[in-house]
């Protein structure tokens, strides 16, 4: 299924108190995650959901900012992660979309979380676009329906 032929899903209900998440965002491209921001806020509060906000400096620093939320005495149920990469001309695109993946998996198994990875990588601004945007194919919102169905498993599996 391609992003345009996959209809955009309705928030999960979510058994128990609302919960609360951290959306982490990598605002590198701005427009590209304000919109996928736009998009993750409004179906966490769809689902009844309340969260934070936090900024990195760039997608390969979302998964260190998990591990740090995860030291804190905040306490989340899960988390929403944010970030676009565009491919450019040199090989730093293909390494920088590896360890950020690999760095948010690695995360989140070994720490048992929720989340939902919103990180774009793309070969051009545009397509981050459409992904971004108002429309049915935000990835932010997509992230954030991911990030909320593992808190419903979790709950519902009673590891937490």
């Known amino acids: 299924m391609s992003t345009e032929d996959a209809p955009l899903p309705a928030a999960p209900v979510i058994p128990g108190p609302p919960p609360h998440l951290l959306v982490i965002r990598a605002p590198y491209y701005r427009d590209v995650i ?16 309340t969260h934070e906000l936090l900024d990195v400096a760039g997608s390969f620093e979302l998964p260190q900012a998990i591990c740090f939320a995860l030291r804190g005495p905040k306490k989340f149920d899960g988390f929403v992660a944010l970030g676009c990469i565009v491919r450019g001309g040199t090989d730093h695109y293909d390494h920088i979309c590896r360890e ?42 997509e992230a954030a329906v991911a990030a909320l169905m593992q808190v419903a498993a979790s709950r519902r599996l009673g590891a937490v």
């Open 34 to 49: 304000d919109g996928m921001t736009d998009g993750a806020q409004k179906m966490l509060e769809s689902a009844g959901a």
């Open 100 to 141: 950020t993946m690999a760095g948010l998996m690695n995360v989140a198994l070994q720490h048992g979380i929720a989340l939902g990875s919103g990180v774009l990588t793309v070969h051009s601004i545009e397509q981050a676009r459409v992904r971004s945007g108002a429309g049915t194919h935000n990835k932010g919102a």
